[in-house]
């Protein structure tokens, strides 16, 4: 029997079957059961005939998920337990998954959609922004990388636009979202209920109906995709975001004259110095990888990392659990942020490496 309180629900509409995040009051966030629930539910669909395609979307009003539950990370790093690494484990094998699943994998990015929420959507296809679409990496914020596949993402992004993203952890919106290649369509949010209702129709048979059919609804509604800005700041991010090290791309952010960018260096400084350096060095290595199982290695190494360290507990503490927005980071200056730390982000954790075998 199938509850409404299930923090996933699985359902089927017409040859469509469906996962819906349910846990709206948490901003749909993500949980160690709710990511095996999700890729037990695709690996039972993929070989079922009846299935043609798969929708992705959150309960609530407000978006489709604000990433992984990150106070039972806080809880699970002060004990220096293990759960958070299972966890990750596992979600990056479902993103993996998601990638190349050979079905569609219809993702309705409407509302809020980061880290996580991007790990279970932007790996799919087709994906649908709207007008209140707002996708992010923001991890550099609590003392993360980018994970879930972000940093592949955001190393395809084109110039320098992931770097951008990635340092600062900033929200786009739809038009940006689609410029950076984390999106396929726009569809207005009030036209999804009229989609979703299209695609569980008796025209659906095949993959491409499912992909004709999200084309169509978004045919004809350029004009409402909310302006983007991306676009307009390529010189200056793509001029800036190239220097070799965090420090010398805040420097040329603050010395470049646009409002903007001193924006951008004023955000990076409120960041994680340690996870700012690793974030960078990061982003140059997902570019040289060749396939996201490869990435997701990398970024599982990071992850693991980062339990050990003073800035994963202070960032989420400042940021979830007191709210106060004032984190207290160690080291305190990216110039006091030292190559062996770094490192540490790249060596292989004590339980070994997520491994792309066991990604399939």
Known sequence: MVHDDEPVLLGRAGRIAQI?????????ALTHPMVLRISGALAEWETDESVTAVLVSGAGERGLCAGGDIRA??????????????????????????????????????????GGGVGVSAHGGPRIVTERSAVAMPET???LVPDVGGTYLLSRAPG????????????????????????????????????????????????ADVVETVRAYGTGHESAVPG???????????ACYAAGTVEEIVERLLGSGRPAAKEAAETILTRSPTALKATLEAMRRARRLPT??????????????????????????????????????????????TEADVARFFAAPPGGDLGQAAVS
């Open 20 to 28: 819906t995040l349910n846990r709206p009051r948490a901003l749909n």
């Open 73 to 114: 990370i806080h809880e699970d790093a002060r004990a220096a337990g293990s759960a958070s690494a299972a966890f990750w484990r596992d979600e990056y094998r479902l993103n993996a998954r998601i990638a190349r699943y050979t079905k569609p994998y219809v993702a309705l990015m409407d509302g809020i959609v980061m």
């Open 141 to 143: 914020g609590i003392g």
């Open 160 to 207: 320098e636009l992931g770097t951008h993203l990635a340092l600062t952890g900033r929200a786009v919106g739809a038009a940006d979202a689609l410029l950076c290649g984390l999106a396929d369509h726009f569809v207005p949010s009030e036209r999804l209920a009229a989609l979703r209702t299209a695609l569980a129709g008796p025209g659906i048979r095949e993959a």
């Open 228 to 238: 983007g800005q991306l676009a307009a700041d390529r010189e200056w991010i793509d």
């Open 292 to 337: 996201l199982e490869q990435v997701l290695d990398q970024e599982y190494r990071a992850s693991c990392a980062a339990l050990a360290t003073h800035d994963l507990l202070e960032g989420i503490r400042a940021q979830v659990i007191d709210k106060d927005r004032r984190p207290r980071w160690s080291p305190r200056e990216l110039a006091e942020v």
